[in-house]
């Protein structure tokens, strides 16, 4: 490729290099492809396994923007040479195609029911872990002549015909009569016509997602024990962050796998992990809540909102999957069995060796394994417990400390009151939290403070989020400072977990709050009140008055911006601010 080329193909808008042009653009009725499509477009088939993962990843990289029409030619030229790339390149694929469009592999239609399974019938709930009901059956890998069909249709209705040829066909339906686009075929390493808003480019895509992800977690599974158990890791983000259905077979060979080396797993590979089955469990939920008329199902989980880089197909879409998967066989409850065991053995090891790495992680893995491991129904000892309280006291005295810090507008009452109905001794060590820290050992207490919880406020957000950075390499430094976001999921977690913080952790937390706290948007408002009630915890006059302050500035922002008052942050709690505030006397 000569270098004004590979200059030029550095700039995702379409404007002429300086000097005689090296190719002509191809200008459809509607759109002219930039270079870098152009020059992609007739590399891909001729790219190796290598050279696939590394112009992916420059795109990924780039913030380019490729139509639909190009992702379907690369998911069709790929998907033979996937079982020539490496494990160490295969997380970082699967990364860098779901940053290119998040929603590629969700399923969204009957096409989709390849890669679709039978979900149990239960949401989860009731046992201290709850592990192995948030996950899909083996009927996601059963390979079946209905399921071969399937694939065979989808990925024949992508291949064929090539963008070129898509134009004429179109040309001689009702539909799309006058809309003939021009354009070279794929052949002649023409770029085809512009895709954005019509149906060629979606022909068989869905379909061509759905056996391209099959054929990755096949081959994932296969080659388990030649990855890293980093790579380990980041494979599993990668899947639940797709927003694919994820199979049982490779989820049960990822756990054990993981488990076996998690000896030797980095702090920020174990948090990664846990919030990856977190994710996947809450997938399960969100496919769930959409398809009650196939199964006899009682009403969404109140917290089963969108979360993260994962996301959610649309409810009729979706609605069609879960008809179409209705009919195949349900999960086998043996197979569900082993699911259940290989994660709650993965989890065990990863809690008891990540003791001693806390510290090692960083605010937003810290506060992202507190999630997930609240998301999984995880109730750690509470020596686990007060070890994390103690490294986030730490971490939110140290930055109040930082002379960057602005001074805190907050004071809090001398003796705050206690925590009810729980109390805490006014001098409690933060390593041995209080009863209310419920552990694995304690099933009736579990599903007491559960019941608790649930009874106090029933709406308990959720913003459980994905890594959003593709694995080693990819230059970007996590967050070390607890931002408006970060603070109101711990202070969530911390009560999902059934903790009740002694008071030196209540004060260091609001003071953070405070510093920071014209910089909490709704979604992050809606989390620190509900954090607040359920842990009663009564900040000063001054600092409710203040909190109330912001809330008011944000409600019509938030009824602007969503439309009207049944915003997704806010919902039907409008009133709950006010309640709030007038217990304490703001």
């Excluded at 029409?69 to 990364?95: A, I, K, N």
């Excluded at 008809?323 to 569900?336: E, G, I, N």
Aim: net charge neutral; with cysteine; hydrophobic share 40%.
């Amino acid at each position: 490729m000569p270098a004004g080329e590979i200059l030029f193909f550095k700039s995702s808008s379409f404007s002429e290099p300086s000097g005689p042009p090296t190719h002509t653009p191809i200008q459809s009725s509607t759109h002219i492809h930039p270079p870098w499509h152009q020059v992609t477009w007739s590399l891909l088939p001729q790219l190796r396994a290598a050279d696939l993962t590394a112009v992916l990843d420059f795109v990924a990289r780039a913030r380019l923007s490729p139509t639909r029409t190009w992702l379907r030619r690369c998911l069709e030229t790929s998907l033979p040479h996937l079982p020539q790339v490496s494990p160490r390149d295969l997380p970082g694929l699967l990364f860098d195609l779901t940053e290119l469009d998040d929603r590629l592999f969700a399923p969204r239609g009957a096409a989709a029911t390849a890669v679709t399974c039978a979900f149990n019938a239960s949401p989860g709930g009731g046992a201290t872990v709850a592990l192995g009901d948030g996950f899909p059956g083996p009927a996601a890998v059963a390979t079946t002549p209905a399921t071969r069909a399937s694939e065979a249709t989808g990925i024949a209705a992508a291949t064929k015909p090539g963008p070129g040829d898509i134009g004429q066909q179109r040309g001689t339906t009702k539909e799309s009569q006058g809309k003939i686009k021009g354009g070279k075929g794929v052949n002649d390493g023409g770029v085809g016509h512009d895709d954005d808003g019509n149906d060629g480019a979606e022909r068989g895509l869905e379909a061509l997602a759905a056996a391209w992800l099959r054929r990755y977690l096949q081959l994932c599974t296969e080659k388990l024990s030649r990855f890293t158990a980093g790579g380990v890791a980041q494979m599993m983000v990668a899947v639940a962050r797709s927003g694919g259905l994820a199979d049982a077979r490779w989820l049960q060979a990822a756990c054990a796998t993981l488990a076996s080396k998690s000896d030797v797993l980095g702090a920020n590979d174990m948090a990664d992990a846990v919030i990856a089955l977190a994710a996947l469990r809450r997938r399960r939920f969100e496919v769930l809540a959409v398809q009650p008329s196939t199964r006899n199902q009682g009403p969404q989980p109140a917290d089963a909102v969108s979360w993260g880089g994962i996301n959610t197909a649309d409810a009729a879409a979706a609605k069609g999957v879960a008809s179409a998967s209705a009919s195949r066989s349900s999960s086998s409850p043996s197979a569900d069995g082993r699911i259940q065991r290989e994660q709650r053995v993965l989890l065990e090891a990863l809690l008891s060796r990540c003791t001693t790495k806390l510290s090692l992680l960083p605010d937003d893995r810290l506060v992202g394994l507190m999630a997930g491991l609240a998301e999984l129904d995880v109730r750690p000892d509470s020596a686990w417990l007060g070890t994390l309280l103690d490294m986030t006291l730490t971490r939110m005295t140290s930055e109040a400390a930082a002379p960057s810090a602005p001074p805190s507008l907050a004071t809090l009452p001398a003796s705050l009151p206690m925590p009810a109905p729980m109390p805490n001794p006014p001098e409690r060590s933060l390593q041995e939290p209080s009863t209310a820290a419920v552990t694995s050992s304690s099933p009736s207490a579990a599903a007491t403070a559960e019941s608790d919880l649930k009874k106090l406020t029933p709406w308990a957000p959720s913003d459980l989020r994905l890594p959003s950075v593709a694995p080693a390499g990819s230059g970007s430094v996590s967050s070390r400072a607890f931002s408006p976001r970060l603070l109101s999921e711990l202070l969530v977690s911390v009560a999902k977990l059934g903790v009740v913080p002694p008071r030196r952790w209540t004060r260091a937390f609001l003071e953070a709050a405070s510093r920071q706290l014209e910089g909490f948007d709704a979604a992050s408002l809606n989390r620190l009140l509900w954090g607040l009630v359920v842990l009663d915890m009564r900040p000063s006059r001054e600092w409710t008055n203040r909190l109330m302050e912001h809330v008011r500035q944000c409600l019509p922002a938030e009824e602007q911006r969503s439309g009207g008052p049944g915003s997704a942050d806010w919902g039907e709690r409008y009133d709950m601010p006010l309640v709030w505030a007038a217990g304490q006397g703001g």
